[in-house]
């Protein structure tokens, strides 16, 4: 069974910086497309950034394009998302996603809390 960790969230001011990371367990990533969510108090969930399974294809959300970059390491099972001027709105839970597209199937992190407050 995959499993999915999230960490480095955190409390920062605004124009501070973070590096989320996203831990997949169980299985290589090399076939998953990683993609990372956030969700803010009383809104719906939305996407981020996605990268592909071979890092070939990259996209970002209008609000946080050239502030998150997206990597990935399929050799650590990682994939990171590099946060910086970041801003009161860019407060959320944030939640990797990973998607298998041979089997369709999906799964979820249990998120890690992203807190922009002076």
């Known amino acids: 069974q995959l499993h999915i960790v999230e960490s480095g969230g955190g409390l920062v001011q605004p124009g501070g910086s973070l590096n989320l990371t996203c831990l997949v367990v169980g299985y290589a990533l090399d076939f998953y497309k990683i993609e990372w969510f956030r969700q803010a108090p009383g809104k719906e969930r939305e996407g981020v950034s996605c990268i592909s399974s071979n890092g070939g294809s990259i996209t970002y959300a209008d609000s946080v394009k050239g502030r998150f970059t997206i990597s990935r390491d399929n050799a650590y099972n990682r994939v990171y998302l590099q946060l910086v001027s970041l801003r009161p709105d860019d407060t959320a839970v944030y939640y990797c996603?990973?998607?298998?597209?041979?089997?369709?199937?999906?799964?979820w992190g249990q998120g890690t809390q992203v807190t922009v407050s002076s």
């Open positions: 996603n990973a998607f298998g597209p041979l089997t369709g199937r999906e799964y």
